[in-house]
Protein backbone atom coordinates (compact mmCIF):
# COMPACT_ATOMS: atom_id res chain seq x y z
CA UNK A 1 0.00 0.00 0.00
CA UNK A 2 1.43 3.47 -0.93
CA UNK A 3 0.71 6.52 0.46
CA UNK A 4 -0.26 8.26 -3.02
CA UNK A 5 -2.84 5.60 -3.24
CA UNK A 6 -4.26 6.57 -0.31
CA UNK A 7 -4.22 10.36 -1.29
CA UNK A 8 -6.10 8.93 -4.52
CA UNK A 9 -8.89 7.40 -2.09
CA UNK A 10 -9.46 10.17 -0.32
CA UNK A 11 -9.71 12.85 -3.69
CA UNK A 12 -12.49 10.39 -4.95
CA UNK A 13 -14.06 10.67 -2.12
CA UNK A 14 -14.03 14.26 -1.52
CA UNK A 15 -14.40 15.19 -4.78
CA UNK A 16 -17.39 12.70 -5.89
CA UNK A 17 -16.04 11.49 -9.04
CA UNK A 18 -12.67 10.23 -10.55
CA UNK A 19 -12.54 12.67 -13.48
CA UNK A 20 -12.76 15.93 -10.68
CA UNK A 21 -10.22 13.56 -8.17
CA UNK A 22 -7.43 13.46 -11.30
CA UNK A 23 -7.88 16.94 -12.00
CA UNK A 24 -7.37 18.11 -8.67
CA UNK A 25 -4.45 15.95 -8.46
CA UNK A 26 -2.81 16.85 -12.00
CA UNK A 27 -2.67 13.22 -13.12
CA UNK A 28 -4.80 11.72 -15.89
CA UNK A 29 -8.21 9.93 -14.73
CA UNK A 30 -6.57 6.63 -16.32
CA UNK A 31 -3.88 6.82 -13.72
CA UNK A 32 -5.60 7.89 -10.93
CA UNK A 33 -8.38 4.78 -11.56
CA UNK A 34 -5.78 2.27 -11.81
CA UNK A 35 -4.12 3.59 -8.23
CA UNK A 36 -7.38 3.18 -6.90
CA UNK A 37 -7.77 -0.16 -8.30
CA UNK A 38 -4.44 -1.33 -7.39
CA UNK A 39 -5.46 -0.44 -3.40
CA UNK A 40 -8.56 -2.10 -3.82
CA UNK A 41 -6.64 -5.22 -5.23
CA UNK A 42 -4.88 -5.32 -2.05
CA UNK A 43 -7.29 -4.84 0.46
CA UNK A 44 -9.14 -7.22 -1.10
CA UNK A 45 -12.36 -5.12 -1.35
CA UNK A 46 -14.48 -2.40 -3.58
CA UNK A 47 -13.88 0.66 -2.08
CA UNK A 48 -16.34 2.57 -4.16
CA UNK A 49 -19.45 1.81 -5.97
CA UNK A 50 -19.48 3.20 -9.30
CA UNK A 51 -22.80 1.99 -10.83
CA UNK A 52 -24.41 4.96 -10.06
CA UNK A 53 -23.86 9.03 -11.47
CA UNK A 54 -22.11 9.97 -8.29
CA UNK A 55 -19.58 7.51 -7.36
CA UNK A 56 -20.33 6.83 -3.65
CA UNK A 57 -18.03 4.72 -1.12
CA UNK A 58 -18.79 1.10 -0.05
CA UNK A 59 -18.94 0.14 3.51
CA UNK A 60 -15.33 -0.94 3.17
CA UNK A 61 -14.42 2.53 1.70
CA UNK A 62 -15.94 3.82 5.02
CA UNK A 63 -13.85 2.03 6.84
CA UNK A 64 -11.12 3.02 5.13
CA UNK A 65 -11.26 7.13 5.69
CA UNK A 66 -10.48 7.57 9.47
CA UNK A 67 -7.16 5.57 8.80
CA UNK A 68 -6.12 7.22 5.47
CA UNK A 69 -7.00 10.39 7.11
CA UNK A 70 -4.70 9.57 10.01
CA UNK A 71 -1.77 8.52 7.60
CA UNK A 72 -1.89 11.59 5.04
CA UNK A 73 -1.93 14.00 7.97
CA UNK A 74 1.03 12.29 9.85
CA UNK A 75 2.64 12.57 5.77
CA UNK A 76 1.85 16.32 5.51
CA UNK A 77 3.33 17.12 9.13
CA UNK A 78 6.28 15.28 8.06
CA UNK A 79 6.49 17.57 4.79
CA UNK A 80 5.55 20.68 7.12
CA UNK A 81 8.55 19.92 8.98
CA UNK A 82 10.91 19.91 6.00
CA UNK A 83 9.10 22.86 4.89
CA UNK A 84 9.87 24.69 8.02
CA UNK A 85 14.05 23.48 7.71
CA UNK A 86 13.75 24.79 4.11
CA UNK A 87 12.19 28.08 5.49
CA UNK A 88 9.36 28.24 3.27
CA UNK A 89 10.96 27.45 0.11
CA UNK A 90 8.49 24.53 -0.67
CA UNK A 91 5.46 23.62 1.33
CA UNK A 92 1.91 23.39 1.45
CA UNK A 93 -1.16 25.24 2.98
CA UNK A 94 -4.83 24.24 3.00
CA UNK A 95 -7.43 26.90 3.66
CA UNK A 96 -11.32 26.18 3.18
CA UNK A 97 -14.01 28.57 2.96
CA UNK A 98 -17.97 29.07 2.77
CA UNK A 99 -19.16 30.43 -0.58
CA UNK A 100 -20.64 33.09 -0.09
CA UNK A 101 -17.63 34.56 1.65
CA UNK A 102 -17.98 38.48 1.13
CA UNK A 103 -16.10 40.09 4.20
CA UNK A 104 -12.80 39.04 2.40
CA UNK A 105 -11.56 39.51 -0.65
CA UNK A 106 -9.94 35.92 -0.38
CA UNK A 107 -8.23 36.14 -4.20
CA UNK A 108 -6.43 39.31 -3.29
CA UNK A 109 -5.10 37.74 0.04
CA UNK A 110 -3.74 34.14 -1.26
CA UNK A 111 -2.53 36.17 -4.54
CA UNK A 112 -0.50 38.34 -1.96
CA UNK A 113 0.51 35.44 0.26
CA UNK A 114 1.79 33.79 -3.12
CA UNK A 115 3.75 36.82 -4.39
CA UNK A 116 5.75 36.58 -0.89
CA UNK A 117 6.31 32.84 -0.84
CA UNK A 118 6.16 31.25 -4.91
CA UNK A 119 7.34 28.01 -3.41
CA UNK A 120 3.95 27.65 -0.97
CA UNK A 121 1.20 25.66 -3.18
CA UNK A 122 -2.15 26.55 -1.89
CA UNK A 123 -5.09 24.50 -1.59
CA UNK A 124 -8.44 26.32 -1.60
CA UNK A 125 -11.75 24.02 -0.61
CA UNK A 126 -15.10 25.43 -0.84
CA UNK A 127 -17.69 23.89 1.33
CA UNK A 128 -20.12 23.96 4.27
CA UNK A 129 -19.46 24.87 7.79
CA UNK A 130 -20.25 21.26 8.71
CA UNK A 131 -18.18 19.96 5.74
CA UNK A 132 -14.72 22.58 6.59
CA UNK A 133 -15.22 21.77 10.13
CA UNK A 134 -14.31 18.51 9.70
CA UNK A 135 -11.70 18.62 7.39
CA UNK A 136 -10.19 20.73 10.39
CA UNK A 137 -10.76 18.21 12.78
CA UNK A 138 -8.95 15.30 10.45
CA UNK A 139 -6.08 17.70 9.82
CA UNK A 140 -7.22 18.30 6.38
CA UNK A 141 -7.30 21.95 6.61
CA UNK A 142 -5.01 23.98 8.26
CA UNK A 143 -7.24 27.55 8.41
CA UNK A 144 -10.89 28.16 7.20
CA UNK A 145 -13.25 30.70 6.81
CA UNK A 146 -16.44 29.07 8.33
CA UNK A 147 -20.36 30.68 8.86
CA UNK A 148 -20.61 28.63 12.30
CA UNK A 149 -23.87 27.53 13.90
CA UNK A 150 -23.00 26.45 17.96
CA UNK A 151 -24.05 23.02 17.11
CA UNK A 152 -21.75 22.10 14.47
CA UNK A 153 -18.74 22.88 16.66
CA UNK A 154 -19.11 19.86 18.60
CA UNK A 155 -14.93 20.55 19.60
CA UNK A 156 -13.04 23.42 20.56
CA UNK A 157 -11.19 24.99 17.68
CA UNK A 158 -8.84 28.12 17.50
CA UNK A 159 -10.80 31.56 16.65
CA UNK A 160 -8.35 34.07 15.02
CA UNK A 161 -10.77 36.48 13.63
CA UNK A 162 -14.32 37.13 13.78
CA UNK A 163 -16.78 39.42 11.04
CA UNK A 164 -20.20 40.57 11.40
CA UNK A 165 -21.91 40.54 7.97
CA UNK A 166 -25.42 42.32 7.36
CA UNK A 167 -28.02 40.07 5.21
CA UNK A 168 -30.30 42.16 3.03
CA UNK A 169 -33.20 41.41 0.63
CA UNK A 170 -32.66 41.38 -2.77
CA UNK A 171 -35.41 41.53 -5.61
CA UNK A 172 -35.40 41.51 -9.00
CA UNK A 173 -35.12 45.17 -10.50
CA UNK A 174 -39.04 45.52 -11.47
CA UNK A 175 -40.08 44.30 -8.08
CA UNK A 176 -42.47 45.91 -6.62
CA UNK A 177 -40.46 46.49 -3.41
CA UNK A 178 -37.35 46.96 -5.41
CA UNK A 179 -36.95 50.46 -5.13
CA UNK A 180 -38.64 50.88 -1.30
CA UNK A 181 -34.98 50.75 0.42
CA UNK A 182 -36.12 48.89 3.54
CA UNK A 183 -38.56 46.12 4.35
CA UNK A 184 -40.20 44.67 7.12
CA UNK A 185 -39.86 41.03 7.61
CA UNK A 186 -43.76 41.13 7.74
CA UNK A 187 -44.08 42.37 4.54
CA UNK A 188 -42.26 39.20 3.13
CA UNK A 189 -44.81 37.16 3.83
CA UNK A 190 -46.50 36.60 0.48
CA UNK A 191 -43.19 36.57 -1.22
CA UNK A 192 -41.69 33.29 -3.61
CA UNK A 193 -37.94 32.91 -1.74
CA UNK A 194 -34.91 31.17 -3.56
CA UNK A 195 -32.94 29.80 -0.95
CA UNK A 196 -29.71 27.47 -0.60
CA UNK A 197 -30.24 23.98 0.36
CA UNK A 198 -30.66 23.02 3.30
CA UNK A 199 -26.79 22.65 5.83
CA UNK A 200 -25.55 25.56 4.29
CA UNK A 201 -24.20 28.40 6.63
CA UNK A 202 -26.38 30.69 4.69
CA UNK A 203 -29.45 29.14 5.01
CA UNK A 204 -29.37 28.38 8.24
CA UNK A 205 -28.71 32.15 9.31
CA UNK A 206 -31.94 33.34 7.02
CA UNK A 207 -34.07 30.21 8.67
CA UNK A 208 -33.22 31.40 11.78
CA UNK A 209 -33.93 34.84 10.96
CA UNK A 210 -37.21 34.14 9.51
CA UNK A 211 -38.08 32.06 12.82
CA UNK A 212 -36.98 34.71 15.28
CA UNK A 213 -39.61 36.99 13.51
CA UNK A 214 -42.20 34.44 12.83
CA UNK A 215 -41.87 34.58 9.33
CA UNK A 216 -42.98 31.08 6.90
CA UNK A 217 -41.27 31.59 3.93
CA UNK A 218 -42.50 30.01 0.81
CA UNK A 219 -39.22 27.98 -1.25
CA UNK A 220 -39.99 27.89 -4.72
CA UNK A 221 -36.55 26.95 -5.98
CA UNK A 222 -33.21 25.67 -3.62
CA UNK A 223 -29.73 25.83 -4.75
CA UNK A 224 -26.17 25.11 -4.39
CA UNK A 225 -24.15 28.15 -6.37
CA UNK A 226 -24.61 31.85 -5.40
CA UNK A 227 -24.29 32.93 -8.70
CA UNK A 228 -27.04 30.86 -9.99
CA UNK A 229 -29.55 32.49 -7.00
CA UNK A 230 -28.58 35.76 -8.10
CA UNK A 231 -29.13 34.96 -11.80
CA UNK A 232 -32.52 33.45 -10.40
CA UNK A 233 -33.52 36.37 -8.23
CA UNK A 234 -32.56 38.50 -11.64
CA UNK A 235 -34.81 36.71 -13.16
CA UNK A 236 -37.83 36.95 -11.10
CA UNK A 237 -38.53 33.56 -9.66
CA UNK A 238 -38.39 34.66 -6.24
CA UNK A 239 -36.80 37.20 -3.56
CA UNK A 240 -33.39 36.31 -1.67
CA UNK A 241 -31.96 37.18 1.37
CA UNK A 242 -27.61 37.16 1.30
CA UNK A 243 -24.62 39.59 2.38
CA UNK A 244 -24.87 42.70 0.99
CA UNK A 245 -21.74 42.57 -1.09
CA UNK A 246 -22.97 39.82 -3.03
CA UNK A 247 -26.05 41.95 -4.28
CA UNK A 248 -24.40 44.75 -4.48
CA UNK A 249 -21.58 43.28 -7.11
CA UNK A 250 -24.98 41.66 -8.80
CA UNK A 251 -26.36 44.83 -9.44
CA UNK A 252 -29.61 43.95 -8.03
CA UNK A 253 -31.56 46.17 -5.74
CA UNK A 254 -30.34 45.92 -1.70
CA UNK A 255 -33.25 46.45 0.95
CA UNK A 256 -31.96 46.74 4.32
CA UNK A 257 -34.57 44.35 6.84
CA UNK A 258 -35.41 46.16 9.71
CA UNK A 259 -36.67 44.19 12.78
CA UNK A 260 -34.53 43.16 14.16
CA UNK A 261 -31.44 43.74 11.61
CA UNK A 262 -29.92 40.75 10.36
CA UNK A 263 -27.01 39.44 10.43
CA UNK A 264 -24.44 36.60 9.85
CA UNK A 265 -20.71 35.60 11.59
CA UNK A 266 -17.81 34.89 9.96
CA UNK A 267 -15.00 33.34 11.38
CA UNK A 268 -11.14 32.57 10.40
CA UNK A 269 -10.56 29.08 12.78
CA UNK A 270 -7.77 26.29 12.98
CA UNK A 271 -6.96 23.23 14.63
CA UNK A 272 -5.32 25.50 17.71
CA UNK A 273 -4.04 28.67 18.76
CA UNK A 274 -0.77 28.24 16.95
CA UNK A 275 -0.82 26.71 13.79
CA UNK A 276 1.67 23.61 13.64
CA UNK A 277 2.29 23.76 9.47
CA UNK A 278 4.95 27.17 9.11
CA UNK A 279 3.31 27.67 5.94
CA UNK A 280 -0.05 28.33 7.55
CA UNK A 281 1.72 30.42 10.50
CA UNK A 282 2.72 32.68 7.66
CA UNK A 283 -0.56 32.85 5.71
CA UNK A 284 -2.45 33.39 9.05
CA UNK A 285 -0.33 36.20 9.75
CA UNK A 286 -1.36 37.70 6.26
CA UNK A 287 -5.04 37.16 6.72
CA UNK A 288 -5.16 38.74 10.53
CA UNK A 289 -3.13 41.94 10.05
CA UNK A 290 -4.47 43.10 13.33
CA UNK A 291 -8.04 42.61 12.04
CA UNK A 292 -10.80 40.88 13.76
CA UNK A 293 -11.15 38.58 16.71
CA UNK A 294 -8.73 37.62 19.63
CA UNK A 295 -5.94 34.89 18.30
CA UNK A 296 -6.22 31.82 20.42
CA UNK A 297 -9.82 32.24 21.35
CA UNK A 298 -12.34 29.14 21.55
CA UNK A 299 -15.30 27.78 20.47
CA UNK A 300 -16.79 25.53 23.20
Given at each position: ?9 M ?34 A ?106 E ?45 A ?13 H ?23 G ?30 V ?20 T ?6 P ?5
Amino acid sequence: MEIRQLRHFMAVLTHGGFTAAARAELIVQSALSTSVRNLERELGAELFDRTGRRVVPTEAGLALVPAARAVLAGTEAARDAVASVSSLAAGRVRIGTVQTLTCVDLAAELAAFHRERPGVQISLREATTPELVEGLRAGELDLAYLAPDAAELPDPLAVFATWQEELVLITAPGHPLADAGRALIGELAGEPFVDFRAGTGLETAVRRLAAHCGLERRITCDVTQIRLLVDLVRAGIGVAIVPRRIGEDAGLPCLTIRQPEPGRTVVLAGRAPVPRNPAARALLGLLTGGQGGEPGAYFQ
